[in-house]
């Protein structure tokens, strides 16, 4: 049957897989070595752990609809540690915030606000005591042992941050044929019983060469906090981003996570949480806009692990001209987790004749008086919506914009600060400018 490989064919294509591994594997152990982080047992277990789970292999199931190659064949750098970076509105969100300012994964102080608030921020000498991963992967341990300056983020007990705290990260280019710069953001975030924040996370290219970006925030929420999460990514067309986030959070807490993915050639975006108290009311949503041939794959992993606890999940994705999206999704459910109530949605909407959507929602329970479900959709623009609108005067792209603002209307409402909603419909209505 065409499309079927041979036993010796899948044997060779295998063969070759392996062996641009291995040659990754190298560079990013030349960079490893290279880097400050070698020097804590955090880096080393990790690197370690790196070597031990490896690159996907040939057909690995949590990687086939996201091909690697542009990765395994890409010679890697660090950035000069002297890089210059002067900040402009462009690049900075207009909000009112305690701004961090990350360049190529370094503190910047003169970017950064001196007066963080409520907000304690400090480098982190040693990774010994950072968090072990929820639920790992290659690209979060590589993260972890090739991050040169994590920092440590905590909001005390009983402390209402007065404005959110912004997270920019600033990602350059090499400009040299050989070698394409890396840039890592490594973020540990705790926020004591009683407090309440929003953080939110921006990452953005400085100019429009390759770079890849590896970021991980990790999130130990205590009991009765108010935390709410914003992620908005706008990287260039030439861009590979890999990040992985974890979310713990203890009871009586509620905790709403939401991702735009509106950038890079190439996405692979997890988030992973765990519910360790009762009482908790958790959010997690994302929104992805592939155009061209952009790859956009997001996951999201979610143990349940005590009583009365609801979450509930919406991931859409927009996918334009000949993109490719990726979802999958995993809510679990310890014995323990009585009356949980986990709600899991995947809804897609199919731009291009040749785009292309891959989704796997999941469940795994272990508890009987339990309510769970998930779904998925994918489906084009309505023709009656569209004609409806046409026969009311509306030309036919403004009518397809407002259908497809309608579709992500949902998530783009929920914003509560401006400045960032504004940044999020700016970079849609940009996307969608040839639709």
């Known amino acids: 049957m065409a499309g079927l490989l041979t036993n010796s064919e899948r044997t060779e294509k295998r063969a070759a897989v392996d062996a641009l591994n291995q040659q990754a594997m190298r560079r990013f152990e030349t960079l490893y070595e290279q880097g400050a982080g070698g020097k804590s047992q955090h880096a080393q277990t990790h690197w370690s752990l790196a070597k031990h789970v490896g690159l996907p292999a040939f057909r690995h199931e949590d990687w086939h609809y996201t091909p690697l190659n542009s990765v395994l064949n890409t010679q890697y750098r ?27 994964g370094r503190y910047n102080a003169e ?4 007066d963080t608030g409520e907000f304690q921020v400090s480098l982190l000498d040693s990774q010994d005591w950072l968090p072990d991963a929820v639920s790992s992967e290659i690209f979060l341990h590589l993260t972890e042992c090739l991050a040169v300056q994590p920092l440590i983020i905590q909001l005390a007990a009983n402390k209402v941050a ?24 490594r973020y540990h975030l705790t926020l004591g019983n009683n407090s309440q924040s929003h953080v939110i996370e921006h990452f953005v290219s400085l100019d429009d060469q390759p770079h890849l970006t590896g970021g991980r925030l990790t999130v130990e929420v205590g009991d ?37 993915l509106l950038g890079a050639g190439l996405t692979r975006h997890h988030t992973s949480s765990r519910l360790e108290g009762e009482n908790t009311e958790f959010e997690l949503n994302s929104l992805l806009l592939p155009q061209g041939n952009e790859i956009a794959d997001t996951r999201s992993y979610l143990e349940h692990n005590a009583g009365y606890c609801s979450s509930h999940q919406l991931h859409k994705v927009i996918a334009m001209d000949s993109s490719k999206a990726v979802f999958n999704g995993m809510i679990k459910v310890a014995p323990n ?10 809804n897609t909407l199919l731009l291009g004749e040749k785009a292309e959507i891959d989704t796997k929602p999941q469940l795994e329970i272990y508890a009987d008086d339990v309510k769970c479900g998930h779904g998925a959709t994918v489906g084009r623009i309505d023709d009656e919506q569209l004609f409806y609108l046409r026969s009311r005067g509306i ?13 992500a209307a949902e998530l783009t409402e929920s914003i509560a600060i ?3 909603k504004q940044a999020v419909m700016l970079s849609i209505h940009q996307r969608l400018a040839e639709v």
């Open 162 to 185: 007065a404005k959110p705290l912004y997270l920019l990260n600033i990602s350059s280019s090499s400009h040299d044929p050989e070698a394409m710069n890396m840039s890592q953001y």
């Open 111 to 114: 970017l950064s606000s001196v």
């Open 337 to 346: 987790a009585l009356k949980t109530d986990g709600q899991m949605t995947n």
């Open 224 to 260: 009765n906090v108010q935390f709410t999460h914003f992620k908005l990514m706008t990287e260039n067309a030439s861009a590979q981003h890999f990040a992985h986030n974890d979310i713990i959070v203890g009871r009586d807490s509620v905790v709403k996570s939401s991702s735009f």
């Open 418 to 420: 401006d400045g960032l």
């Open 78 to 104: 660090f950035s000069s540690p002297n890089q210059q970076v002067q900040l402009s509105e462009a690049l900075a969100l207009p909000i009112d915030a305690y701004r961090i300012v990350l360049v190529d």
């Open 395 to 407: 030309d036919s792209q403004a009518a397809k914009q407002m259908i497809i603002n309608a579709f």
